[in-house]
């Protein structure tokens, strides 16, 4: 019942976008909590994006504030990041990631709070 389904990664050169998508089946649409977050090699996974339950609070890490916009559309089941002015430290593997909450629960992007990830989507920069 929990489904979550990336698409959207690509090359891309700097300066560009992309929009990731998070597809999610409607009974995490309805209960959860979702976010964006990427690993690069390397790296630890880093939470860029995060989006209530219901929708009405966001956060974006400082890496991509002013950049990336995160939505979610009830009608489409889906969660989208929208990424301008992609940079080569943009490149990693970007997973979306759902955390069952009440509706009323603060907005949290730590990892370790979301229990359902979806693959992962690889985007890659080039300078």
């Known amino acids: 019942q929990v489904r979550l389904v990336e698409s959207g990664g690509g090359l891309v050169q700097s300066g560009n976008s992309l929009r990731l998508s998070c597809e999610v089946s409607?009974?995490?649409?309805?209960?959860?909590?979702i976010g964006w977050f990427r690993q690069a090699p390397g790296k630890e996974r880093e939470g860029i994006s995060c989006i209530t339950r219901g929708g009405g609070t966001t956060y974006y890490a400082e890496s991509v504030k002013g950049r990336f916009t995160i939505s979610r559309d009830s009608a489409r089941n889906t969660v989208y990041l929208q990424m301008n002015n992609l940079q080569p430290e943009d490149t990693a593997i970007y997973y979306c990631?759902?955390?069952?909450?009440?509706?009323?629960?603060?907005?949290?992007?730590?990892?370790?709070?979301?229990?359902?990830w979806g693959q992962g989507t690889q985007v890659t920069v080039s300078s």
């Open positions: 409607q009974f995490t649409m309805n209960y959860y909590g």
């Open positions: 990631a759902g955390r069952r909450t009440i509706l009323t629960a603060p907005i949290s992007c730590d990892s370790s709070d979301y229990n359902a």
